[in-house]
Nanobody, 113 residues
């Protein structure tokens, strides 16, 4: 099983980023997926989730209206579109497969002026 995130970068407040998570080694289309983040000195925080078919999405309150989770099961890829980024969004973002311990190494997002 591999989950490989990409798309992280340093952006100014108010900017946007699109994260991707490429999955392999398991039947991606049958698993609910999530994005989590971990800021320096803090524990992991769940950010957003999506069901296996992509029809249901869920968000942590602080990112509602700013972040959009989606998936392309034909490409075995999970996405997180992040708009109106704030300094408090700075963290290592990683994807995880629901009901498993599978997670990626993460991609760094830094929001700073």
């Amino acid at each position: 099983v591999q989950l490989v995130e990409s798309g992280g970068n340093m952006v100014q407040p108010g900017g946007s980023l699109r994260l991707s998570c490429a999955a392999s080694g398991f039947t991606f289309s049958t698993y609910d997926m999530s994005w989590l983040r971990q800021a320096p000195g803090k524990g992991p925080e769940w950010v957003s989730g999506i069901n296996s078919g992509g029809g249901r999405t869920y968000y942590e309150d602080s990112v509602k209206g700013r972040f959009t989770i989606s998936r392309d099961n034909s490409k075995k890829t999970l996405y997180l579109q992040m708009n109106s980024l704030k300094p408090e969004d700075t963290a290592l973002y990683y994807c995880a497969a629901g009901g498993t311990s599978w997670r990626g190494q993460g991609t760094q997002v830094t929001v700073s002026s």
